[in-house]
């Protein structure tokens, strides 16, 4: 569009830009704004920047586009305005400090992965006038960990988001290769000039020593080298047929970073269950269907289309339910931070948040679940006695008591009890003498044969973990404990720079290493291990050294899982009418009777945000807080009927702004034809 001059058709190019990938969005327009500005300085000098044609055409091209993708835009933006990112601030040094491992330009997968070359074109760019200008700012681009940080939107200072400055700085590289080529001057004093970058060169490599890459990066410098010599001392024709050099280790070290990807194999993308086939088990709407299997991969995948699920994996995520997950809950954390909420064999998840259908392989069956359906090795199961997303339930504490206890004590009462946080004015909950059942358990072991590869120390403060590679043992339970959950909690203090990763029964739960982006901060392990699977316990450490204390053994009768009293709703056959036009009515989530004796809540383990509206019998009612973070109502007794709905905030608004951009620029378009056919 900005080569040719077809300016009318930008802001459908924008526009599409939106719809591919509104994260890279911003990036992509300051690379298109900057290789514009280049090509019309002449005219902006001429009549000034804010009167010129370019920023006209520019701003106003970014503004239609803009509006023509607000139906994406406007709801996204609320969204990430009422969640903060899951992700820890990064400190002000990380974010202003510059990066000397030149990650964001150079070899890493993760960022604009161009070889030692394009650094070398830059440095030299700064010598010369008419470069000096572009290697200053992709420079700072690729350095400076602030730019990165202010075009994730102060998100983070992770540097894929520099992907779109790739044409710009291959272009940059080009123009310098042309020009060293054809007027290099071969004087005495100036055929070694090209050797004043090496030294920094070196001091990049060295970063690499540690890494597999490091005799390629060695490598890519002796190229460049070679091709840098033959263009100062060889004939230019020469010097041409040099470049052939060039080419050599972008492949090479596109092979070598393969490499380290793991690519899929035959039969992998197989469907153990496929979406007819879950369809065919009829699921009720009212509960969720989650996957044990690859938990990160099917984190944001759908198994069953008509069945909602627990798991995300998101940088922006709804922070109370954040919370209920992994703090109350005190489910596992798999991975090196909390952005991802895995699914994962914790029976008071699984219970609280509906989940009763579960896809699993046999050996890893929670138990209570009853297989249903079996595919080769995997399975789908069923638990009955779970939750159901909507309920009416009279057995309630209010939130001020929930909060007075202890975190394993909250853990026992959400299961037991519904928490409630009533306005001061309308607090109708009697405090509830509250017996916890959860028992302390010293447990007894078998026989212990230890690999090679481990070392346990008892010492006064815990056991000292040293294990040279990742170590499997097997423990035998001599004392198990019938119809009990086993709980196992212990504090962890690594040593060393590595992860730590502890898994029991294939429950996994890791502590990020010194050099992870955004640690975890997971310092306590919790287990939950089900009664049919704590006889015997598979533990398997990573490498590393760490330190086990304050290891605390209890149990809980399983039974505690019955002991909430509850009506689920009675799910109508279709959905209720929504309060809106069909054109922008509301999503239904769930809709249903309930029929009660005696007044008390209506409560959900849906997520409470913008946008969730509860009607009870057709009349918008305010909503409460359940359960800590999801949506719930007062309820008096009777039948109602009862509607949970959803509007994406800004939705309404951000179609209508689309409607109206898309008609504008059509007529637009129509006529900027018009008057080019007139000129011509």
């Known amino acids: 569009c900005i080569q040719k001059k077809k300016i009318r058709f930008l802001p459908l190019c924008l526009f599409l830009i939106y719809l591919h990938s509104f994260y890279f969005s911003v990036s992509c327009m300051v690379v298109i704004a900057w290789y514009w500005y280049q090509k019309e300085i002449y005219e902006i000098r001429k009549n000034g920047f804010f009167r010129s044609l370019f920023f006209k055409s520019l701003s106003g091209s970014i503004v239609l586009a803009s509006a023509m993708a607000a139906a994406l835009l406007l709801p996204t933006a609320l969204v990430l305005l009422e969640h903060r990112r899951s992700l820890s601030a990064a400190p002000l040094l990380e974010i202003l400090a510059p990066d000397f491992t030149m990650s964001g330009l150079l070899y890493s997968p993760y960022g604009m992965g161009l070889t030692i070359l394009s650094l070398y074109a830059l440095l030299t760019g700064l010598t010369q006038k008419v470069f000096f200008k572009n290697s200053v700012l992709y420079l700072a681009v690729s350095c400076w960990c602030f730019i990165p940080y202010l075009l994730n939107l102060t998100l983070y200072p992770r540097t894929k988001i520099l992907i779109p400055f790739v044409p710009l700085i291959l272009l940059h590289t080009v123009q310098i290769l042309q020009n060293l080529i054809t007027e290099q001057k071969k004087t005495d004093t100036s055929r070694l000039t090209f050797l004043f970058p090496f030294p920094l060169f070196i001091i990049i490599a060295c970063f690499s020593w540690q890494k597999e890459r490091f005799s390629f990066v060695l490598l890519d410098i002796g190229f460049l080298f070679v091709f840098l010599f033959t263009v100062a001392f060889a004939r230019q024709k020469l010097a041409k047929y040099s470049l052939l050099l060039l080419l050599v280790m972008p492949c090479l070290l596109f092979i070598q970073t393969a490499r380290t990807d793991n690519f899929v194999k ?372 009777g039948t109602h009927t009862v509607q949970v709905l959803f509007y994406p905030p800004g939705r309404t608004a951000g179609c209508l702004l689309s409607i109206t951009a898309l008609i504008f620029y059509l007529f637009l378009f129509i006529r900027w034809n018009m008057q080019e056919r007139n000129t011509l």
């Open 266 to 637: 035959k039969g992998q993308t197989d469907e153990a269950f496929s979406v007819q086939k879950t369809n065919e088990l009829k699921f009720s709407p009212l509960y969720r269907f989650d996957t044990l299997t690859e938990p990160l991969t099917n984190c944001n995948q759908l198994p069953n289309v008509r069945q909602p699920k627990s798991t995300m994996y998101s940088s922006v995520t709804n922070q109370k339910y954040l919370h209920v997950y992994y703090d109350i809950l005190q489910t596992p954390v798999q991975i090196n931070n909390k952005t991802a909420l895995l699914s994962t064999d914790n029976p008071f998840l699984l219970h609280l948040l509906g989940i009763r259908y579960i896809e699993a392989t046999k050996d890893t069956v929670p138990a209570g679940y009853k297989i249903l359906q079996t595919s080769g090795e995997h399975v789908i199961a069923e638990n009955e006695e779970v939750l159901p997303i909507g309920y009416f339930t009279d057995n309630c504490i209010s939130q001020e008591q929930f909060q007075a206890f202890s975190q394993a004590e909250q853990l026992e009462a959400i299961t037991k009890f519904t928490v409630i946080d009533t306005p001061p004015e309308k607090e109708n909950i009697q405090k509830q003498d509250v017996t916890f059942q959860r028992r302390s358990f010293t447990p007894l072991w078998d026989s212990l044969t230890l690999p090679d590869s481990l070392r346990l120390k008892k010492t006064e403060n815990g056991i000292l973990v040293r294990a040279s590679s990742e170590s499997t043992l097997s423990l035998s339970l001599l004392n198990p404990a019938p119809d009990q959950i086993l709980l196992l909690e212990f504090q962890v203090v690594n040593k060393g720079s590595h992860a730590v990763v502890i898994d029991i029964n294939q429950i996994r739960n890791k502590l990020s290493g010194a050099s992870a982006p955004y640690p975890n901060g997971n310092d306590t392990f919790h287990y939950q291990l089900s009664p049919n699977k704590a006889d015997t316990l598979e533990i398997t450490f990573s490498k590393g050294t760490y330190l086990l204390k304050n290891i605390q053994w209890s149990t809980l009768p399983k039974t505690i899982f019955s002991q909430k009293t509850f009506l689920p709703l009675k799910l109508y056959s279709k959905e209720l009418p929504a309060d809106t036009n069909r054109l922008f009515e509301a999503d239904t989530l769930l809709s249903g009777t309930i029929e009660t004796d005696t007044d008390g809540y209506f409560a959900t383990s849906i997520p409470l945000q913008n946008g969730l509206k509860i009607l009870v019998d057709g009349q918008s009612v305010p909503l409460l807080t359940v359960n800590e973070a999801f949506a719930g109502t007062e309820l008096s007794k």
